[in-house]
């Protein structure tokens, strides 16, 4: 009876850390999807204000509707680096495991 019951004890104790292993599994699944889901949306975003970019450059004059300022900010998010930064920052942490 005693020897039964550490089967049973040594059963359970691999029940759950198998538990534990598969759910660590998971959980990094769901951050690398969500890392990923991440840097695809912000790839979208920085392809449309370029295109946003050159089409305000290609179109006549009489037909924009960005303010200089406007170019400005969108030129200084673009090519200053900020988003080249953050795009290093989520593909290290995705790599790094």
């Known amino acids: 009876m005693f020897e039964r019951g550490i089967r049973e004890d040594e059963s359970y104790s691999n029940k759950r850390k198998e538990q534990k292993e598969l759910f660590e599994i998971q959980d990094n699944k769901v951050k690398h999807n969500l890392a990923t889901w991440?840097?695809?949306?912000?790839?979208?975003?920085?392809?449309?204000?370029?295109?946003v970019r050159i089409l305000h450059l290609l179109f006549p004059t009489n037909s924009h509707w960005l303010s200089e300022t406007q170019i400005q900010s969108?030129?200084?998010?673009?090519?200053?680096g900020s988003?080249?930064?953050?795009?290093?920052?989520?593909?290290?942490t995705i790599f790094e495991k």
């Open 74 to 80: 969108l030129d200084k998010l673009l090519f200053s």
């Open 83 to 92: 988003i080249g930064g953050i795009l290093g920052e989520f593909g290290g």
């Open 38 to 51: 991440s840097i695809y949306i912000l790839w979208f975003f920085v392809v449309a204000m370029f295109i």
